[in-house]
Every structure is written in structure tokens, then in C-alpha cells.
Nanobody, 111 residues
Framework: QVQLVESGGGSVQAGGSLRLSCAAS????????MGWYRQAPGKQRELVAS???????VYADSVKGRFIISRDNAKNMVYLQMNSLKPEDTAVYYC?????WGQGTQVTVSS
């Protein structure tokens, strides 16, 4: 059974940084794409960033140049470094891997 647990969310002022972490368990994730999605109030869940097993990355246009996704296969971890945060980045951020979802972690950016 896949389990994903996010951590690292919180409140920050615009221009600040946060680092999200996701601990995965239940299988070996090195052969799966891992990623981060977010959902703001009243909006659909959207892809923020993903990384394939070959470490190919995909970013939403809105976060390119500000967010960096990384993974540590030995630890079954995926991270999201978020820099230059904007109020529009406020959302619940979800980790995704192998068909499973984490419970989400809230990120709030104030202006």
C-alpha cells in the first residue's frame, strides 16, 4: 500500500522560501514519476512539478525559475524547494507517486 506524507508547509511572506518534503513508503519508488500538485480554494488541482525516474523534470509555467523539484531514491523522498513565493502560490500542496496521494500540506503566502 502506497503511503505519502508531506511536511514543510506553513505561512510565509511574499518573496520568502519554503521547502516541502514527501516521505513515500509501500514500494520502491525509484522507477516511478514523483511529483507535486496544488489546489487553491475554488480551483482545480494542478501540477506544480514532477520528476521522472530518469530525472526529467516538468514544471508549471507559473513556477518555472522559482521552484525546484528533487528526489532521493535511496530514502524514497521527494522535495520541492519554493523560492520567491507569491500570494498566488497559496494552496494545499500534495505529493503524488505511483497512483497515491499524500494528505496535503498548506502553504500560505501573504503580501
Amino acid at each position: 500500500q502506497v503511503q505519502l506524507v508531506e511536511s514543510g508547509g506553513g505561512s510565509v511572506q511574499a518573496g520568502g522560501s519554503l521547502r516541502l518534503s514527501c516521505a513515500a513508503s509501500g514500494r520502491t519508488f525509484s522507477s516511478y514519476t514523483m511529483g507535486w500538485y496544488r489546489q487553491a480554494p475554488g480551483k482545480q488541482r494542478e501540477l506544480v512539478a514532477s520528476m521522472s525516474p530518469g530525472r526529467t523534470t516538468v514544471y508549471a509555467d507559473s513556477v518555472k525559475g522559482r521552484f525546484i523539484i528533487s528526489r532521493d531514491n535511496a530514502k524514497n523522498m521527494v522535495y520541492l524547494q519554493m523560492n520567491s513565493l507569491k500570494p498566488e502560490d497559496t494552496a494545499v500542496y500534495y505529493c503524488y507517486a505511483s497512483g497515491g496521494w499524500g494528505q496535503g500540506t498548506q502553504v500560505t503566502v501573504s503580501s
